[in-house]
Structures are given as structure tokens and as C-alpha cells.
């Protein structure tokens, strides 16, 4: 089973909620509208950028049901929530989300701003679970409910009806 995108968010500059969308078009240098991609991120000005930012729908669940934090809508400041896929094991890969070829390029812990803009605790809720930073390789559009597929080789986490995939 490969893993999903389940939503899509986007913010035009950094601090400002962020904004759900059905499908963006990524671009080298990042998703058309986005902070980083416009150069108005928070983070922009210490050279700081990801070109995309993924995090795990089944640890915002997590935070959810255990720090009774609000991370459904977008508090979490990350651009993909993915559902069944183990982010860590994408790490030196390539993989395809809709038209879109990404490379892994880091983790994305949180940053003390992100409760500056959402609320206490939230950055002590996403520490190991802040998701990753994925550069455009080649471009085009990513929507709501495509697959992410490894290009060379990943293993996929467990989804409730499928106790057969690998965890990663």
C-alpha cells in the first residue's frame, strides 16, 4: 500500500495562518503561493527554507488524542499531511506525489515560533514529530488524495487495513 496525501496547506507569508487547498503547483523552489517559495517566510530571512514540508497525519492523530492540541487545520505550519507512509524511511530517496518528483533533504523540527502563532505546547508536541523538508525535483501538481511512491526503494507504515506493509 502506498501512502497518501491527505491534505494540502499553504500560507502567502510567514505568521499567517495557513490555507488549505485540493491540489498546488510545485515548482523549483518550491509550491506556488507559499511563504518560502515567495520569500516572505518567517524563516526566509536566516536562509532557513524548505522548498515542501510533509508531516505524518497519524502523529498529528497522536498529538491530537494525547496533547489535546488542535493540529487539524493547518496549526501544525507544514504544506503536506501524508497518511501511511513513514517519512524517516524516505530519507535519500526520491518519490513521486501526483506529477511531482521530491528528494528528501532534512527533518523539520519545530520552532519555537510555531506556538507563537498556534498555542502552548505545540512545540514541545512536534518535537520527533515535526516531519520533513522535500526539495522539487521535477515539477507539476500535487492533489489532495495522490500517492507518494518511492522512485528508489522505501518501506511504507502499516495502515489499519493493511497489517501486511512494512513499517519504516
Not at 34 to 58: A, F, H, M, P, S
Not at 68 to 75: D, I
Not at 130 to 159: F, H, K, S, Y
Request: with cysteine; proline share 5%; hydrophobic share 30%.
Amino acid at each position: 500500500m502506498a501512502g497518501v496525501v491527505e491534505e494540502i496547506y499553504v500560507t502567502g507569508k510567514g505568521s499567517e495562518p495557513m490555507e488549505r487547498v485540493e491540489e498546488v503547483r510545485a515548482t523549483t523552489g518550491g509550491l506556488d503561493g507559499d511563504r518560502y517559495k515567495e520569500g516572505t517566510g518567517y524563516w526566509t530571512r536566516y536562509g532557513d527554507v524548505c522548498e515542501v514540508t510533509l508531516i505524518e497525519g497519524e502523529d498529528l492523530d497522536e498529538i491530537e488524542r494525547e496533547d489535546g492540541l488542535s493540529v487539524k487545520n493547518g496549526e501544525h505550519r507544514r504544506n503536506i499531511i501524508t497518511r501511511g507512509v513513514s517519512l524517516k524511511s524516505l530519507r535519500g530517496t526520491r518519490f513521486r506525489i501526483g506529477e511531482v518528483i521530491l528528494e528528501y533533504d532534512r527533518p523539520r523540527p519545530p520552532c519555537r515560533h510555531v506556538q507563537d502563532v498556534t498555542e502552548p505546547g505545540m512545540t514541545r508536541a512536534l518535537r520527533r514529530r515535526g516531519g520533513i523538508c522535500a526539495r522539487v525535483v521535477e515539477g507539476g501538481r500535487i492533489r489532495a488524495q495522490d500517492e507518494i511512491v518511492t522512485l528508489n526503494g522505501c518501506r511504507m507504515r502499516p495502515g489499519p487495513t493493511d497489517p501486511g506493509s512494512l513499517a519504516g
